[in-house]
């Protein structure tokens, strides 16, 4: 057990590490003067000198990159050459929504995953495995970006039950700031929702005609409780896989629906920085959410030791 955790623990800073050298690489040593994409090519080479001195691009590449992991453990993000204060001070609010709307899709992805492929498992070659069926195919084919458009004419401007975009913060009250969420959520969320809906369906039809099943049957169990009870968490081991790999698509997926919605997100943050040739902000945040990714994917890995029994059998 022990070895397992400090293999895991290794992986992930090894992918951290990696992750970490890919965006510098990217953003700072590929081709290309960032103080020059910064103020154009037809900026004053004093200005283009001082902007680089201001960067640190004077220095070695070892050298910045050092220095902006120093910075990153010890919380100093550096300040946004744009709007001249310190990262840290805009990425903070920006997570108080970036991480309830993801993990608000998260839970409606997951149960509309459940409903669908419980359903479509249990009535297998019939109807209603069809008709669930097709009802994922609808939201794998239907982008977030346009579903948001479609859910803000209908439920914003015909109806008028939601606002059509904005957050008013979480000081208006959990009620305000979670109903500004809940558009964005189902926008975010109907895509992986349908995805993971056919992971349940193939995880379950594996699972159900196992031997445990027909013994828990044997003894009188109703096929509703079997199913709930002893098929759903056996099939739960590779839907908890795929719910790590989707919570990325969910956080990248933010930088479009918190644009379409007008969230002050990360996501629009990174888009707003990319708009404004601010690499410092973009370089922060797109490492903050590689790393809120890797953290995600291990805990779904020890996760997945807990609740798969083979593991012990294996040992």
Not at 41 to 62: K, N, S, T
Not at 115 to 128: K, M, Q, S, T
Not at 250 to 265: D, I, K, Y
């Amino acid at each position: 057990m022990n070895g397992f955790f400090v293999r895991k623990f290794v992986g992930f800073v090894a992918t951290l590490v990696g992750a970490s050298l890919v965006v510098f690489l990217a953003l700072e040593i590929l081709p290309g003067d960032p103080a020059l994409s910064i103020l154009g090519v037809d900026a004053d080479p004093g200005a283009l000198a001082a902007l680089r001195e201001q960067l640190g691009l004077d220095r070695p590449a070892a050298v910045r990159y050092l220095s902006w992991i120093a910075g990153l453990a010890t919380g100093d993000f550096g300040t946004s050459y744009t709007y001249g204060i310190p990262v840290t001070e805009m990425v903070a609010p920006r997570l108080a929504v970036t991480i309830p709307l993801a993990l608000i899709a998260m839970a409606l992805s997951i149960a509309m995953a459940l409903g669908l492929g419980l359903v479509a498992a249990a009535n297998h070659g019939r109807p209603g495995d069809f008709g669930a069926m097709i009802v994922s195919q609808l939201g794998i084919a239907v982008p977030n970006f346009w579903l948001g458009l479609l859910l803000i004419l209908l439920f914003a401007v015909s109806l008028g039950w939601f606002s059509a975009g904005g957050f008013p913060g979480w000081e208006a009250g959990i009620g305000q700031g979670l109903k500004a969420l809940i558009l964005p959520a189902v926008a975010l969320a109907t895509v992986q929702g349908a995805i993971l809906a056919r992971v349940v369906r193939s995880a379950v039809l594996e699972e159900i005609g196992a031997d445990f099943v027909r013994t828990a049957r044997a003894k009188g169990l109703s096929r509703r409780r079997t199913l709930l009870g002893h098929v759903l968490r056996n099939a739960m081991v590779p839907v908890i896989t795929v719910m790590g790999l989707q919570f990325s698509f969910l956080l990248a997926g933010t930088v479009v629906v918190e644009n379409v919605f007008s969230l002050p997100g990360l996501g629009r943050l990174v888009f707003q920085a990319i708009s404004n040739r601010d690499l410092v902000v973009v370089k922060d945040v797109v490492m903050l959410l590689a790393t809120m990714v890797i953290v995600i994917n291990l805990v779904i890995d020890l996760v997945y030791r807990v609740i798969d029994p083979r593991h012990e059998v294996a040992r």
